[in-house]
Every structure is written in structure tokens, then in C-alpha cells.
């Protein structure tokens, strides 16, 4: 499924972004915070693939889009601009749009900045405050057993003389983290996609954006179709933080993947192609 995927640039007033589509149907993007994606597909995005036409899009700084000028162009409220001038000059009037993890803090934000500009959102793996990491099961707290190998691993990847060869080992034990089971990051190696973390993102949103981050008091006023889903044993997001956004956004409608940690689209592949489906 989607083995490759379509790549293409769009030159708007905030400079050019490159973007991958996929699928057929209603348009709908996919982004992420800090990850860069290529030909190769997300494979949390493949999923939607199937029902709707996804613009996987590398915001700035990632891939071959724009870089920022300066760092506040990196913050979530200037990425949801950056998405607006995509989305004009693509000539889409509407679009739904799916976040996972951070992708999915983006998709809480964009529907409180400019919900005449969605037909939907999805959000998955993820929290509307900076509590998330101050939680035990999470392996950003400081209390969390992987927390200093997590800084670790983090700070290696930022370093531009870490090799490849150790950057795949450190990706993968970065990733392990996040499975219910090895047997399923294995699978997923096997499947073409794409993600690899840009440091420069990364490194805004831990140390400058996640410092002030707490949208819960005005979830109450997005009024757009809304789909949570979350991993029980979610790794990154507890998924006490993805019950929290279901009851602060009352219509919206949240799924718990019950054998998932935080990658439930190859976790439990077929249960989220019906979540997906249960979306349009």
C-alpha cells in the first residue's frame, strides 16, 4: 500500500514547502512537528490513504521545505500559518486534517486558530498540556526509568558527528521504547516509511514550546468533528492524556487501542483501519 508517494512543492507567501500526496477522496493533511517525511510515506498516514487524498507535509525546516528565519517561525501557531498559505495555494477550500503525537497537538491548535478552514480533525497519540511529560509512565519524566537514556538518545541524534550506523542503533532503541511489542517494531521495519527527527524542531519544542503548553481551557470551543485516539500502555502520551481531550471536546469521539503502545496504526493494524473509516 502506497509504497511511493508523490512528491511536490508549493510556492506561497511564507516561501515553498514540499509535500507528498497519496489516495484518493477528500483532501486531507497530515504533519508533524518535528519530523521530516519523503517518497517513502508515514505509516501513520498510509492508513488514511485508503479513504481520503493525504498531503503528507514537511513543515519548515524539515525536508526540502523553507527553513526558518528565525526560531519562532517553528512554533505551532506559525506552522498552523505556514498550513493556511499551503492549503490557498493548493486551492483547497477545506480540508480535514490527521496529527499523531505532536502532529496531533497541531491538529488541536489549527482547529482553535482556523476552524472555517477544516472539514474535520484527527488526533492521535497525544495531549493538550504540557503534563504529559511531567507523568511517570511517560518516558519524558524525569521519574520514568528511560528518562536519561532518553536525553541520551536525543542529544546524539542532534549531534551532526553521531554516524549513521549509530543513529539507526539509537532510533530503533528510541523506538522499542514506544512498542507493546519488539514483534511489531519488526514488522514495521519492514514497511516503507519515513519520519526521521529534524533536531532543530525537536529542539524548540522541548526547550522553548512544551515549556508553556496547555490548551485544555479552550478545547470546550472547538465545535468541528472530532476523533481521539489513543495506546493503552502509550509510552509517550499516557493514555489518561488522550481520555482528558475526549472529555474536554464533548462530541468529540475517542478510541482506545487496547494492545498499542504509542504506534497503534501497525500495533493493530486492522482495528485502526476501521478507525479510520469510522472518520469519513
Known amino acids: 500500500m502506497n509504497d511511493m508517494w508523490e512528491q511536490g512543492f508549493i510556492e506561497t507567501e511564507r516561501g515553498i514547502f514540499e509535500y507528498f500526496t497519496a489516495g484518493q477522496g477528500e483532501p ?26 493525504v498531503y503528507l507535509i514537511n513543515t519548515r525546516g524539515a525536508g526540502h521545505s ?18 493556511e ?17 505532536t502532529g496531533g497537538m497541531l491538529a488541536l491548535q489549527y482547529a482553535l ?8 480533525i484527527t488526533a492521535g497519540c497525544t495531549a493538550a498540556s504540557k ?31 553521531t554516524v549513521q550506523e549509530e ?3 539509537l532510533g530503533y532503541e528510541w523506538a522499542l521504547m514506544s512498542y507493546y511489542s519488539e514483534d511489531k517494531l519488526i514488522e514495521a521495519k519492514k514497511r516503507p516509511n519515513s519520519g526521521h527527527t529534524v533536531g532543530k524542531n525537536l529542539d524548540y519544542f522541548r526547550k522553548v514550546e512544551v515549556k508553556n503548553y496547555d490548551i485544555r481551557s479552550q478545547l470546550k470551543n472547538i465545535k468541528l468533528p472530532t476523533y481521539i485516539y489513543a ?29 498499542s503502545n504509542h504506534n497503534p496504526f501497525i500495533e493493530e493494524e486492522e482495528k485502526f483501519s476501521e478507525f479510520v473509516e469510522m472518520t469519513l
Open 113 to 120: 486558530e482556523a476552524p472555517s478552514s477544516l472539514t474535520k
Open 85 to 101: 498559505v499551503i492549503r490557498t495555494a493548493l486551492n483547497i477550500k477545506k480540508w480535514a486534517f490527521a496529527g499523531h503525537s
Open 131 to 161: 503534563e504529559y511529560a511531567e507523568h511517570k509512565s511517560c518516558i519524558y519524566c524525569s521519574e520514568n526509568k528511560h528518562f536519561s537514556r532518553m536525553i541520551e538518545i536525543m542529544e546524539l541524534l542532534n549531534n551532526p558527528d
Open 167 to 169: 543513529r539507526q542503533k
Open 231 to 259: 495506546g493503552r500502555y502509550d509510552a509517550q502520551c499516557p493514555v489518561e492524556f488522550g481520555i482528558e481531550i475526549a472529555e474536554l471536546i464533548t462530541h468529540s469521539n475517542l478510541t482506545i487501542f487496547e494492545k
Open 66 to 83: 523553507v527553513n526558518a528565519e528565525n526560531e519562532n517561525q517553528l512554533s505551532m501557531k506559525e506552522i498552523i500559518k505556514d498550513l
Open 28 to 53: 486531507l493533511a497530515v504533519a508533524h512537528l518535528y519530523m521530516a517525511f519523503d517518497k517513502r510515506g508515514s505509516l501513520s498516514a498510509n492508513p488514511f490513504a485508503k479513504h481520503y487524498k
